[in-house]
T-cell receptor, first 114, second 112 residues
Framework: KQEVTQIPAALSVPEGENLVLNCSFT??????LQWFRQDPGKGLTSLLL?????REQTSGRLNASLDKSSGRSTLYIAASQPGDSATYLC?????????????FGTGTRLTIIP | DAGVTQSPTHLIKTRGQQVTLRCSPK?????VSWYQQALGQGPQFIFQ???????QRGNFPDRFSGHQFPNYSSELNVNALLLGDSALYLC???????????FGQGTRLTVV
């Protein structure tokens, strides 16, 4: 059974600092991993998708890595801003038969302190 | 280009009633998935539709059913509502293998 874990559940960081969010998964046969952002009461905004053949993806101040052998992914946020405050969710996909279900972690609630 | 759109945004229903939620996928997408997100939890997969058929289903009872139309839009139906069905219901769309999933803003369902 594939499971995704995100620790810590909450994180507070002063503005301007670089930070890393963690995501771990139980099955190394992962096919892809996606990071999302969720503002309170809102839907999910896709940040980055990493295919199993890739080790990292970058978008602006965000960089996500994937290490299948250790069952870990990290989301690195550079020069954090108050607008980065949100819950960050990671989700794994384990099937190569089309884009089937994503298994989510419970998220890390990030607060950037001005 | 409109992203994934869901309607309604909020809904209040009485226990035992039935509800229908709607989703229009992002332009060019042909696959729609539905998720349930309880407060403080990650989304849980309900089912996925592709070519108007249910392709995969999560661990949800038969009270949860769905449909996909020829224009790829989709409906989620929940019968005999329980208080525990109160949650944010999210729709996601995608296209082909291993492409990025895009989510709508969700429908907040409250069962009283």
């Amino acid at each position: 059974k594939q499971e995704v874990t995100q620790i810590p559940a909450a994180l507070s960081v002063p503005e301007g600092e670089n930070l890393v969010l963690n995501c771990s998964f139980t099955d190394s046969a992962i096919y892809n991993l996606q990071w999302f952002r969720q503002d309170p009461g809102k839907g999910l905004t896709s940040l980055l998708l990493i295919q199993s053949s890739q080790r990292e993806q970058t978008s602006g101040r965000l960089n996500a890595s994937l290490d299948k052998s250790s069952g870990r992914s990290t989301l690195y946020i550079a020069a954090s801003q108050p607008g980065d405050s949100a819950t960050y969710l990671c989700a794994g996909g384990w099937s190569n038969f089309g884009n089937e279900k994503l298994t989510f972690g419970t998220g890390t609630r990030l607060t950037i302190i001005p | 280009d409109a992203g994934v759109t869901q309607s309604p945004t909020h809904l209040i229903k009485t226990r035992g009633q039935q509800v229908t939620l709607r989703c229009s996928p992002k332009s060019g997408h042909d696959t729609v998935s539905w998720y349930q997100q309880a407060l403080g939890q990650g989304p849980q997969f309900i089912f996925q539709y592709y070519e108007e058929e249910e392709r995969q289903r999560g661990n949800f009872p038969d009270r949860f059913s769905g449909h996909q139309f020829p224009n790829y839009s989709s409906e989620l139906n929940v019968n005999a509502l329980l208080l525990g069905d109160s949650a944010l219901y999210l729709c996601a769309s995608s296209f082909e293998v291993n492409t990025e999933a895009f989510f709508g803003q969700g429908t907040r369902l409250t069962v009283v």
